[in-house]
């Protein structure tokens, strides 16, 4: 692989300097005063406020803007971390009630620095009520006033999400709308979507892979690796109808330096069929179990299919019955595809059959079922009779692993 450096710009740098400052402005007349007094009621009364901050704080009007943005930002900072962790619970089947109180102090610490004009917070209010709302009495509708106060305080992130809120609801003029205000000023998640509207086609946009392939080079040149996989992934499907201007591994290597675990993933399955690389099956594992381990859910079910021998190239990985166990068991329990789930239950089934742990393998069939298996309830028939002939004839049971 070659290292040439391409012109796009990392994920984590796609909030441009100026992106950053704007997210942050605020205007000081709602800023209150250590002891509480709105800035804008002063002026009002016709008040000098910043002798009036002197002579009662001894510090210039100034420096409580400076110390009050200081303080918005990492109020606002720290609030979207707590909740990435609270929507992290609750995506984990975690009751929302559990994390009631949690959300009620994102919610004040927010609410605090958006009554103050904070441009950022607004954003994050509005994400917090339309993600997490329901489970603490606010709506979506809540959320997307404040999400409409941010786009009018020009965030940067405003426009992108008016698109998805619009989306979910399948207004699919307003969506355009916004992520078309979004991709002109050059949000990379706001190309993204509109990228995906004309690859799937919704409302009046109709299907354009070319327009797709087209939006998802903008959206990868601006730094969202999810467009960068799903350019990689149109070019893949059709080398002839599209070019790209670095290599896919180059492009895969690159959404991977940016924590993308679909990027591990594709390029575990170009090293494992030697596809625009050279063949390397070790290469492919190492990228699969690091694509594993970030929770994907269909490199998981691989891993467990490498390690019970059940692939069709030659890894060098040994046969390892517990270690397939162990990632069929974390494929089934992982919420990300039902597919995936389906196939690992099916495979923990198996083994179980050939294991002779009949009643395991009859419940692994039965929770196949729950997700469109076919087979599944012929399966834990089966898997039924073997146990109660089993237990007629007091036959002896290999422990199940852990």
């Given at each position: 692989?070659?290292?040439t450096p391409t012109p796009?710009?990392p994920?984590?740098l796609?909030?441009?300097?100026?992106?950053?400052?704007q997210?942050?402005?605020?205007n000081?007349?709602f800023?209150?005063?250590?002891?509480?007094?709105?800035?804008?009621?002063?002026?009002?009364a016709?008040?000098d406020?910043?002798?009036?901050?002197?002579?009662?704080?001894n510090t210039?009007?100034?420096?409580?803007?400076?110390?009050?943005?200081?303080r918005f930002?990492?109020a606002t900072?720290s609030?979207a971390?707590?909740?990435?962790?609270?929507m992290?619970g609750?995506k984990?089947?975690e009751?929302?009630?559990?994390?009631?109180?949690l959300?009620?102090?994102?919610?004040?610490?927010?609410l605090?620095?958006a009554?103050?004009?904070y441009?950022d917070?607004k954003?994050?209010?509005?994400l917090?009520?339309?993600s997490?709302?329901k489970?603490?009495?606010?709506?979506?509708?809540?959320?997307?006033?404040?999400?409409?106060?941010?786009?009018?305080?020009?965030h940067?992130d405003?426009?992108?999400e008016?698109?998805i809120?619009?989306?979910?609801?399948e207004?699919?003029?307003?969506?355009?709308?916004?992520l078309?205000?979004?991709?002109?000023r050059?949000?990379?998640?706001?190309?993204?979507?509109?990228a995906?509207m004309?690859?799937?086609g919704?409302?009046?946009?109709e299907?354009n892979?070319?327009k797709?392939?087209?939006?998802?080079?903008?959206?990868?040149?601006?730094g969202?690796?999810?467009a960068?996989?799903?350019?990689?992934e149109?070019y893949l499907?059709?080398?002839?109808a599209?070019?790209?201007?670095?290599?896919?591994?180059e492009l895969?290597r690159e959404?991977?330096?940016?924590?993308l675990?679909r990027?591990?993933?594709?390029?575990?399955?170009?090293?494992e069929q030697?596809q625009?690389v050279?063949?390397?099956l070790?290469?492919a594992?190492?990228?699969?179990?690091?694509?594993?381990d970030?929770?994907?859910?269909?490199?998981?079910?691989?891993?467990?299919?490498?390690?019970?021998?059940s692939?069709?190239?030659?890894?060098?990985?040994?046969?390892?019955?517990?270690q397939?166990?162990h990632w069929?068991?974390?494929?089934?329990?992982?919420p990300?595809n039902?597919?995936?789930?389906?196939?690992?239950?099916l495979?923990?089934?198996?083994?179980g059959?050939?294991?002779h742990?009949?009643e395991?393998?009859?419940?692994?069939?039965?929770?196949?079922?729950?997700?469109g298996?076919?087979?599944g309830?012929?399966?834990?028939?089966?898997?039924a009779?073997?146990?109660?002939a089993?237990?007629?004839?007091?036959g002896?049971?290999?422990?199940?692993p852990?």
């Amino acid at each position: 692989m070659t290292h040439t450096p391409t012109p796009r710009i990392p994920r984590w740098l796609r909030e441009k300097e100026a992106q950053h400052d704007q997210n942050r402005v605020f205007n000081p007349d709602f800023l209150l005063l250590p002891n509480g007094q709105p800035v804008r009621e002063l002026r009002l009364a016709g008040t000098d406020v910043n002798a009036y901050c002197l002579e009662r704080f001894n510090t210039s009007l100034d420096d409580l803007i400076e110390a009050a943005r200081q303080r918005f930002e990492l109020a606002t900072d720290s609030a979207a971390y707590l909740l990435a962790g609270v929507m992290a619970g609750i995506k984990l089947g975690e009751p929302g009630a559990l994390q009631e109180s949690l959300l009620q102090d994102v919610e004040h610490n927010l609410l605090a620095c958006a009554l103050q004009d904070y441009s950022d917070a607004k954003m994050q209010l509005g994400l917090l009520y339309c993600s997490a709302g329901k489970y603490f009495g606010h709506t979506e509708e809540e959320g997307l006033t404040w999400m409409l106060k941010a786009f009018e305080s020009k965030h940067s992130d405003a426009a992108a999400e008016l698109g998805i809120y619009y989306l979910r609801k399948e207004r699919w003029d307003k969506a355009e709308q916004y992520l078309r205000k979004g991709d002109k000023r050059k949000c990379a998640m706001s190309a993204f979507k509109l990228a995906q509207m004309h690859h799937q086609g919704a409302g009046r946009i109709e299907q354009n892979i070319q327009k797709a392939f087209k939006l998802y080079g903008q959206a990868s040149m601006r730094g969202y690796p999810d467009a960068t996989v799903e350019m990689v992934e149109l070019y893949l499907n059709d080398p002839q109808a599209f070019s790209l201007h670095a290599t896919p591994e180059e492009l895969l290597r690159e959404a991977i330096a940016d924590g993308l675990p679909r990027a591990m993933f594709w390029l575990a399955d170009l090293f494992e069929q030697g596809q625009h690389v050279q063949q390397d099956l070790d290469e492919a594992v190492a990228l699969y179990q690091q694509a594993a381990d970030h929770g994907f859910a269909v490199a998981q079910l691989i891993m467990g299919n490498i390690y019970e021998d059940s692939r069709p190239a030659t890894f060098s990985v040994p046969k390892d019955i517990d270690q397939a166990i162990h990632w069929y068991k974390r494929a089934a329990n992982n919420p990300e595809n039902d597919e995936v789930r389906k196939r690992a239950f099916l495979a923990l089934g198996d083994i179980g059959m050939r294991t002779h742990q009949y009643e395991h393998a009859r419940d692994c069939f039965l929770n196949a079922t729950r997700f469109g298996s076919v087979s599944g309830h012929r399966l834990a028939a089966e898997a039924a009779q073997l146990h109660d002939a089993q237990q007629f004839n007091k036959g002896g049971q290999i422990t199940w692993p852990n």
